[in-house]
């Protein structure tokens, strides 16, 4: 059985991620997505309200599972017992930092595999960065992140 571990911010979550996701699921038999406690990096969102928000829209796929972690996602990768690491890659922009994260991970742990997804070309500009910062201005999101999500973002604004 492979399970996969698909780590992130989720600040929030959009449908580039959930693009991932759905089609992560269909190639693991187990996918963890892994919500990042990043203690001093403060989000629009508290981890147990991306966690929510993760739940309330992936709930259709049985074999996805939510967490938190802080620390190394490496060390998350032991505890949960992951042989892969489930990252996008939305545009060459994106290839140097994942490389780089890629190859430091594999130096950690040699039996971890990081597996790269590329974007569905429909979702290869969405960021979180850029929904949160299109509502804060008041711009239109609903093409960016699932109705639950646009809500709570406009409750924060
Ligand atoms: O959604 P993001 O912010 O691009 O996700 C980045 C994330 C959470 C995958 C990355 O920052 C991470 O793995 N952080 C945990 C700390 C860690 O293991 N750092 C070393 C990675 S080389």
Redesign the pocket.
Known sequence: MTTAIY?????PITYGHLDVIERAAKVFDRLII?V?N?YSKKGLFSVEERLEMIKEVTFQYPNVEIMA?D??????TDKVGAQVIV?GIRAVSDFE?EL??AQ??KRLKDNVETVFFATSAEYSYVS?STVRELAYFGGEIDQFVPPSVRQRILEKY
Request: without cysteine.
């Open positions: 780590p992130g911010s989720f600040d892994g990042l990043n972690f620390g190394l996602l490496i060390d998350f990252r930092y780089m994260m430091t991970n979180s």
